[in-house]
T-cell receptor, first 113, second 117 residues
Framework: AQKVTQAQTEISVVEKEDVTLDCVYE???????LFWYKQPPSGELVFLIR??????QNEISGRYSWNFQKSTSSFNFTITASQVVDSAVYFC??????????FGKGTRLHILP | DVKVTQSSRYLVKRTGEKVFLECVQD?????MFWYRQDPGLGLRLIYF???????EKGDIPEGYSVSREKKERFSLILESASTNQTSMYLC????????????????FGPGTRLTVL
């Protein structure tokens, strides 16, 4: 069975602080993909990153970084020097080879000015 | 850029009405998906389709049906709308197999917020 857990339902931080969004997954497959999506107030899901299970290198893209650790089945997302525009709901997701994606319940992030 | 469009951003229907939600993608993707999103529940898969005229049930298909007559179009049908189907509906599309490109993923439309009175 697949499962994605985002234990943080809602987080608030002050602008310019760093914030980490946690994601823990469960799968029995050795080949799988992990994703992060952002859903701003406009509602459209925006793809941020995809990682396959064989690539544990951490990824950095501007102020965003991702830490993939198979040992703990985690794929955490960090925003450095947060900005008000980062306020959104963030979804972590898991896909095995059938192309279906299972989403976590999301973490609502509030960046306070 | 991949573009996924949905026919309406907001829709209000009455209980018992037949409702059609349309989704169109312009990237020749084989896979198309319908999700509903509810507070505290995240996105849940209703139906998906790997090809024209093919459909597979997702996690919550009850009360819904789908139609895929053309590759670019995937319709979600509520045969007799009920108040518990008030939700945000999201359509997505993707390639048939995720390749090495990190951007091989599902691309989403803007969503349709359906209210059933």
């Amino acid at each position: 069975a697949q499962k994605v857990t985002q234990a943080q339902t809602e987080i608030s931080v002050v602008e310019k602080e760093d914030v980490t969004l946690d994601c823990v997954y469960e799968t029995r497959d050795t080949t799988y993909y992990l994703f992060w999506y952002k859903q701003p107030p406009s509602g459209e899901l925006v793809f941020l990153i995809r990682r396959n299970s064989f690539d544990e290198q951490n990824e950095i893209s501007g102020r965003y970084s991702w830490n993939f650790q198979k040992s703990t089945s985690s794929f955490n997302f960090t925003i450095t020097a947060s900005q008000v525009v980062d306020s959104a709901v963030y979804f972590c997701a898991l896909s095995e080879e059938d192309d279906k994606i299972i989403f976590g319940k999301g973490t609502r992030l509030h960046i306070l000015p | 850029d991949v573009k996924v469009t949905q026919s309406s951003r907001y829709l209000v229907k009455r209980t018992g009405e037949k409702v059609f939600l349309e989704c169109v993608q312009d990237m020749d993707h084989e896979n198309m998906f319908w999700y509903r999103q509810d507070p505290g529940l995240g996105l849940r898969l209703i139906y998906f389709s790997y090809d024209v005229k093919m459909k597979e049930k997702g996690d919550i298909p009850e009360g819904y049906s789908v139609s895929r007559e053309k590759k670019e179009r995937f319709s979600l049908i509520l045969e007799s709308a009920s108040t518990n189907q008030t939700s945000m509906y999201l359509c997505a599309s993707s390639l048939i197999e995720a390749g090495d490109d990190p951007e091989d993923t599902q691309y989403f439309g803007p969503g349709t917020r359906l209210t059933v009175l």
